[in-house]
């Protein structure tokens, strides 16, 4: 069988960056691209703010005296910081400021572990002489996207407000294949992968990390537990490693097998992109509001953008973030 290529930079700019992988035997570009878009989504670690405690509040739904933005609202704005951890917390980290000024993220005093890529990131605004804001921040290291019932499943101190965690440092991530010849043929596959990360990572660390991964993956469980192997068995996997696949140079048509494996990745989204809004577990004043906005499925809201989200009435920026949110846990991004 011929092995494909090493990837190709296509493109790198800022914190997002294209990828080519050439000669991929006929389906692999599909099984490959869509296993390593899955791990880039849901298995690379990050930091993230896990709980926050504000001086003087008892729960989210809060406002604060001389405050402009309500409780939400800032947490909103936390929920925007990204950071990066030397190792894996967690970290407490202290926010104060008083009187009439704008807070940014550059104000929280961190320790040397923690770095924060966007300092700039608006927190609050105080709006009187005498108002004041003192906030406490936990921030730690995990992967994917944690719901705060699992990320805290102890009970925590009055006031302390817990967070559902996107550790997850991909803002973005999709593949492509096409064909391309290979010798006399011309069903071997190309593959792109398009990824963007929050900055904590190269899309370039991004990609190798995921392919370090799926090595580690498939490493463990080459062989089997049996101490003993019917006779026949015996040397099977390497007889079959041993028979190559044609090469590129005894073209043929692929039988029925091969062919659904080469849409097995395809397959698998459409599925998902068929699951209707109503049957995720989106709160009911999300799911009015999409349904307003015509969108039924999960497909709909792939094919929306973030700004496309934020013109339906209802909808508002916490509403999109819990629909990103859940988009991640089925795999998919917006638009």
């Known amino acids: ?21 050439d ?25 993230a703010v896990t709980s926050v405690k504000i001086d003087g509040v008892s729960h989210e739904f809060s406002t604060i005296s001389g405050v402009k933005e309500d409780v939400i609202a800032i947490l909103l704005n936390v929920r925007k910081l990204n950071f990066k951890l030397l190792d894996n917390g967690p970290y407490e980290c202290v926010l ?23 300092p700039d990131q608006h927190i609050a605004e105080l709006t009187e002489k005498n108002a004041s804001l003192v906030m406490t921040l936990t921030i730690g290291k995990g992967l994917g996207y944690v719901a ?30 096409e064909n391309m010849r ?7 596959n190309k593959l792109r992968i398009n990824i963007e990360t929050n900055g904590t990572i190269s899309p370039r660390e991004a990609l190798e990390a995921a392919i370090h991964t799926m090595i580690q993956q498939l490493k463990a469980i080459v062989g089997f537990q049996e101490d003993r192997l019917p006779e026949e068995a015996k040397g099977m996997g390497e007889k079959m490693a041993s028979h190559a696949a044609p090469d590129a140079s005894e073209a043929g048509v692929m039988d029925e097998e091969d062919t659904a494996d080469m849409q097995e990745g395809k397959e698998d989204d459409r599925e998902a992109l068929k699951i ?3 049957s995720i577990d989106l709160s009911s004043r999300l799911s ?3 349904e307003k906005g015509n969108i039924r499925t999960l ?13 339906i009435e209802g909808l508002g920026e916490k509403g999109v973030l819990e629909v990103k949110e859940k988009l991640a846990e089925y795999g998919i991004t917006l638009k």
């Not at 092995?3 to 992988?21: C, D, N, Q, T």
């Not at 000669?23 to 930091?47: E, M, W």
């Not at 104060?96 to 966007?118: C, D, F």
């Not at 497909?299 to 013109?311: I, T, V």
């Open 96 to 118: 104060s400021a008083k009187g009439v000024t704008g807070i940014k993220a550059k104000s929280i005093k961190l320790p040397s572990q923690v770095e924060l890529l966007n």
């Open 1 to 21: 069988m011929i092995l494909p290529s090493k990837p190709k930079i296509v493109r790198e700019e800022g914190f997002s960056g294209a990828y080519e992988i």
């Open 182 to 188: 290979v010798g006399d043929r011309t069903d071997y």
């Open 148 to 177: 705060k019932e699992v990320l805290h499943k102890d009970k925590v101190d009055v006031g302390t407000i817990t967070l559902d965690a996107v550790f997850t440092p991909i803002r973005r991530v999709n593949y492509e294949v």
């Open 23 to 47: 000669s991929l035997y006929p389906g692999y570009g599909h099984t490959l691209g869509n296993s390593l878009r899955r791990i880039i989504l849901s298995s690379l670690p990050g930091a």
């Open 288 to 290: 009015n509001a999409l």
């Open 276 to 278: 209707r809004i109503d």
């Open 299 to 311: 497909g709909g809201l792939a094919r929306k953008s973030e700004e496309d989200l934020l013109k």
